[in-house]
């Protein structure tokens, strides 16, 4: 498997989407907020199809999508202007409608736009990897940085707010992760499937972890795994890799709920 | 002494509503236990969350140590324990994880705890006796050892003001009994100003000064002795 330079290629990605995907997302879960990584996804494809339509690059564009859309989410959400479900549901149709509309008349209905929908291990480069290391490294570092800030606000938002932390700020720094893992993902796992690989493994690791810190250093290594295990099944199997990372990340959590149960008897 | 909190001819309504709190006065000086009782629905938690700057009254104006209370500059002096205390999250949360999270506003925000952020919540969790419980998630924990946790969060920051809103909600009388004291003890030997809020006196009415009784504004505000019988359970209070 190793022998093909794509599968080399897919893994070196796989390896920091495996890890950064639950790692935002533990923040995310532990906010009740598990369906923005989906929302942000939908505004990521209207991005896609805008680097089409212009000709530019389109983990570009849907990187600026995503941050923009995660923004004016979090904004909606934080200032009450509409419930938090309503400005999710306001943001995904709004982002997939914006999509449709920009890749027909961009008339880019065609097999490499649905590598962009449920990845693919034969398309990326060397540069699509490298990107991917350094926005991946630059959503790990943060996340390292502000893991307690962070922790504190989804622990007790209202008495952060007491004590002075920057909560506001904190919030959005998540939203933002969230698009940049989004846009770092989709060649991979696809704009459909990466906001499962942000939530299931989280939900696995919550199972079966006996604090905060494991939890999240569960989170990733279940992320690593299914990503891993994916990109072999999809190998071998012949299928875009995102639908075999997803179901993996499912049987994670299915595996860890059975293991939580016999271990409560 | 200066005064740590200070209400002066403040009303607050929300949208739409009757005024919960109307023409209220309250000073209250540095290093005092105050009770803040009164029936739910009195305006307690409306008081609680003005003290604190998390919401501005239609008029009059409220002080924290001399500032005004929403855009008070020293907030890490500030412990707040709010009502129905508890975890927002699903993942299992240690002891030790949650009272460190006390020191968040009061230490280094960015990288790793330093050590002197951990012997302070070491000393917390000491203080509230549930040093042996740190490795515990919090769910595996009875009521009155997860209040204790949620104050230890408070204690950690150092606080000089430190609010507690409904702190024995679901707790039993056991327990109540050993959170009056054990405040009453933190309020001696650290000379921190605590106000306690609660629907009812309860235990605490035996170690406080100074009772205030909040119906919509406040109806007594006194030395526990002076308190009429028939208001002994505020929830029962008419005004």
Known sequence: ?265 | MPLALELKGVTFGYAHGQPALSNVDLAIPAGELVAIAGPNGGGKTTLVRLALGLLEPNRGDVLLFGEPAARFSRRPALGYLPQRAQIGVDAPVTVEELVSAGRLAAGPMLGPLRRRDRELVSSAMERLGIAELARRPLSTLSGGQQQRAFIAKALAGEPSLLVMDEPTTGVDAESQEALAELLDELHRELQVTVLYVSHEFGAIERYVDRLVLVRGSIVFDGPPSDLPEVWHDPSHVHV
């Open chain 1, 1 to 265: 498997m190793f022998d093909s330079e794509f599968m080399r290629l897919a893994f070196a990605a796989g390896a920091v989407i495996g890890v950064l995907a639950p790692a935002v997302g533990f923040f995310l879960v532990q906010r009740r907020l598990s369906l923005i990584g989906d929302g942000i996804g939908h505004v990521a494809f209207a991005g896609v199809a805008a680097g089409y339509l212009l000709g530019v690059s389109p983990v570009a564009t849907a990187l600026a999508a995503a941050v923009i859309g995660g923004i004016a989410l979090e904004w909606l959400r934080a200032n009450r202007k509409t419930a938090g479900d309503q400005a999710l549901a306001f943001i995904f149709y709004t982002g997939i409608a914006g999509g449709v509309v920009l890749v027909s008349a961009a008339g880019a209905f065609d097999v490499n736009l649905f590598t962009y929908l449920f990845g693919s291990i034969l398309t990326l480069t060397r540069q699509d990897v490298a990107v991917v290391a350094v926005l991946g490294a630059v959503g790990l570092a943060t996340i390292g940085l502000l893991y307690r800030p962070l922790a504190g606000v989804v622990l007790d938002e209202e008495a952060a707010v007491v004590v002075g932390v920057p909560v506001k700020v904190l919030n959005l720094t998540i939203v933002v992760l969230a698009a940049l893992t989004v846009a770092v993902s989709m060649r991979i796992v696809g704009i459909l499937l990466i906001a499962a690989l942000m939530v299931l493994p989280v939900m696995a690791a919550e199972r079966v972890a006996w604090s905060m810190r494991s939890t999240i250093s569960l989170a990733m290594a279940f992320g690593l795994a299914s990503v891993f295990g994916g990109l072999t099944v999809a190998y071998y199997g012949d299928m875009p890799p995102g639908g075999a990372i997803v179901l993996l990340a499912a049987a994670g959590f299915l595996l860890a709920s059975g293991v939580r149960t016999v271990s409560l008897r």
